[in-house]
C-alpha cells in the first residue's frame, strides 16, 4: 500500500486552500461538507467562490500564497494552476507537519483525496493512490449502484441504538451478530423501503428478544474453486463475509481465504501427506464442536466440496449430531482447468462424455475400471493423478488406448501461475521429467486436448510448455 486510508475529523477546524479557480471550488466544496472552516487564499476567486465568501461559508485572504502564514491550519490543500507554486507550498506545509494535498500530484503532499460515495454517516472512499482517477471514478460509479441511498438512513438508525447495544451485550462477538442480524435482515428491509417507525419498532423488539448464548452456530461447507477469487459463488462470498472461524487446508487458494472476513479466526488443518495435516474425523469433530459453541464456522475447501473433497464426510458427523449446515458448491479443478486452459470437456465431434477419476495412488496402484476408462469418445480427467501418472499410462494403453492421444496437463488452474503442458500418452511422462509440474495438478486424456493450441485464451503470468499434439482424427479408437 503506498497510501493509509484514514477519515479526517475537520469538523470546526481552520482549512487552508490555496487557489481560486474551479479545482480550488471543488476542494472546497468537500471541505465544507465535512463542517471544516475554509479559508481560501488566491489574489481572485470564481464566481462560485465568491458567492460563497458573499454568504459567509468561506473566508477570503485576497493575498498571494507566498504572504499567508500556514502554520495553523488543520489542512491545507494546495489548488493554484502553477504546479510550481503547489509545490512550493506543499514543502512549506511539511515543514510545520500540516497535512497537505497538492491537486493532481499525489506524490507532491502528504495525502491524497478519494472518490466518494456519500450515505453519510455511510462513507465510501475509492483511491487508486493517484494511478488513475478516471478508474477510481468508474469502481465509484459501481459502488454508487450497489449501495442504496437507505444505508445512509440505516447508519443513523444504528448510530442511535449502538450504546444501548453496547450495554445489552458486552461480549463484542454477540455484538457483531446482533448487528448482523439487524442490518442484513427485516430491519434493514423497512429502512429501504422507507418504514422507518417500523424498522425502529422491530429494532426494539429485536433488541428485548435476542439472546446470542441460545443460539447453535452454522457451518458452511463452501466450495473455493480451484484458485481464481473472481470464481467464486455470490452464496459463497456472502457466507465467506460473515463467518466467525474459517476452517482450511493446503488446496485453499491464498487469494480466496483472503475474501473471508478479516476478523475471523483461521484454522489450518492441511491435507493429506503433510506432516501438519489433522485427521479426517478430527476435522469432523472440530467442525461440530465449534458450531456447538455458537459460531458460524466456514469450512472453506478447494473446488467443490461434493468432488473428491470429502465433503459428505465432513457434514455427515454434522448431520449425526444435529448441528445445522449449507453446502454451497464450488467450480471444480476439472471445470476450472479445462476452460483456463482452453480444452472442452465435451465436444459434439470428439467426446460425448466425461469420466472424473482419482489418480490416487494406494500401495502404488490404482482400483479403477481400466476398461470402461479406455472407451473412445470420451474424456476422462484424473485428479490427484500427478504422483500416479506412469500407471495411468501404462493401464490405458494396456488397455488399448493409442499411445498417441492427447494428454494435458494443468498446473495451479486459474490462477496467475497457471502452466499448461501437452503430450501424448507416449511422451508426456518424458515431458513431466524434463518439466517437472507441481501440484496441484490436473490430468485431462482425450482428443478434445488438440483443441487447446487453438482455442487457450487465458494467460498466466509464466507460459507453460506447449507441447506438440500430435492430431488425433474423430473417432480414432481409444
Ligand atoms: N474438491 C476439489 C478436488 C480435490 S482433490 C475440486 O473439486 O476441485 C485435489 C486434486 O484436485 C489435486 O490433486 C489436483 O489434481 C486437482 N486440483 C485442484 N485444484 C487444482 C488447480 N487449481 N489446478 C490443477 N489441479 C487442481
Same mark, same amino acid.
Given at each position: ?204 423488539? /429485536? %433488541? ?6 441460545? !443460539?447453535?452456530?452454522? =457451518?458452511? @461447507?463452501? $466450495? +473455493?474453486? &480451484? ?57 469432523? /469433530? %472440530? ?6 459453541? !455458537?459460531?458460524?464456522? =466456514?469450512? @472453506?475447501? $478447494? +473446488?467443490? &466440496? ?173
Amino acid at each position: 500500500m503506498d497510501f493509509l486510508p484514514v477519515f479526517l475529523n475537520i469538523k470546526s477546524r481552520p482549512c487552508a486552500v490555496i487557489g481560486g479557480g474551479d479545482v480550488a471550488a471543488r476542494k472546497v466544496r468537500l471541505l465544507l461538507a465535512a463542517q471544516g472552516e475554509v479559508t481560501v487564499i488566491a489574489p481572485e476567486l470564481t464566481k462560485e467562490l465568491q458567492e460563497q465568501v458573499a454568504a459567509g461559508a468561506i473566508t477570503h485572504l485576497a493575498k498571494q500564497h507566498s504572504q499567508a502564514p500556514l502554520d495553523h491550519y488543520a489542512v491545507v490543500v494546495a489548488a493554484t494552476d502553477d504546479a510550481n507554486a503547489n509545490q512550493q507550498i506543499a514543502e512549506t506545509a511539511k515543514q510545520s507537519n500540516i497535512p497537505v494535498n497538492v491537486v493532481d500530484n499525489p506524490d507532491a503532499g502528504t495525502f491524497i483525496m478519494p472518490s466518494i460515495i456519500d450515505r453519510s454517516p455511510v462513507i465510501a472512499a475509492v483511491s487508486t493512490g493517484g494511478a488513475s482517477p478516471v478508474l477510481a471514478r468508474l469502481i465509484r460509479a459501481r459502488l454508487e449502484s450497489l449501495i442504496p441511498a437507505g444505508y445512509g438512513r440505516l447508519g443513523e438508525l444504528t448510530a442511535r441504538y449502538r450504546e444501548r447495544v453496547k450495554k445489552a451485550f458486552r461480549n463484542s462477538d454477540d455484538r457483531r451478530r446482533f448487528w448482523d442480524r439487524i442490518l442484513q435482515g427485516s430491519v434493514a428491509e423497512r429502512v429501504f423501503s422507507g418504514h422507518m417507525e417500523e424498522a425502529e419498532a422491530v429494532l426494539e423488539k /429485536e %433488541l428485548a428478544e435476542f439472546s446470542p448464548n441460545s !443460539g447453535m452456530g452454522e =457451518v458452511y @461447507l463452501v $466450495g +473455493g474453486g &480451484p484458485g481464481d477469487p473472481d470464481l467464486l459463488t455470490f452464496r459463497a462470498l456472502r457466507l465467506m463475509q460473515q463467518a466467525d472461524v474459517v476452517v482450511y487446508d493446503r488446496l485453499v487458494a491464498k487469494p480466496v481465504l483472503e475474501m473471508v472476513r478479516r476478523e475471523a479466526e483461521r484454522i489450518y488443518v492441511g491435507k493429506e501427506r503433510d506432516r501438519h495435516a489433522m485427521r479426517q474425523e478430527e476435522i469432523n /469433530e %472440530l467442525l461440530a464442536k465449534l458450531a456447538k459453541e !455458537g459460531k458460524r464456522v =466456514v469450512r @472453506l475447501k $478447494g +473446488g467443490d &466440496p461434493f468432488i473428491f473433497g470429502r465433503g459428505g464426510e465432513e457434514i455427515d458427523t454434522l448431520a449425526e449430531q444435529g448441528v445445522p449446515f449449507q453446502v454451497i458448491p464450488g467450480i471444480t479443478a476439472a471445470s476450472g482447468c479445462a476452460t483456463y486452459s482452453g480444452i472442452p470437456l465435451t465436444h459434439r465431434d470428439y467426446a460425448q462424455s466425461v469420466t472424473f477419476v482419482t489418480g490416487h495412488l494406494k500401495d502404488g496402484s490404482m482400483n479403477l475400471n481400466w476398461r470402461q476408462l479406455a472407451q473412445p469418445h470420451q474424456t476422462l480427467v484424473f485428479y490427484m493423478g500427478l504422483m500416479g501418472l506412469p500407471v495411468i499410462v501404462e493401464k490405458l494403453i494396456e488397455h488399448g488406448v493409442s499411445p498417441q492421444m492427447p494428454i494435458a496437463l494443468v498446473q495451479q488452474g486459474t490462477t496467475h501461475l497457471q502452466r499448461v503442458f501437452t503430450g501424448t500418452l507416449e511422451n508426456i511422462l518424458e515431458l513431466v521429467e524434463r518439466e517437472k509440474p507441481k501440484p496441484p495438478t490436473l490430468i485431462i486424456v482425450g482428443e478434445v486436448v488438440q483443441l487447446q493450441e487453438k482455442l487457450s485464451w487465458y494467460k498466466g503470468e509464466k507460459k507453460g510448455y506447449q507441447g506438440a499434439t500430435s492430431p488425433v482424427q474423430p473417432g480414432t479408437a481409444l
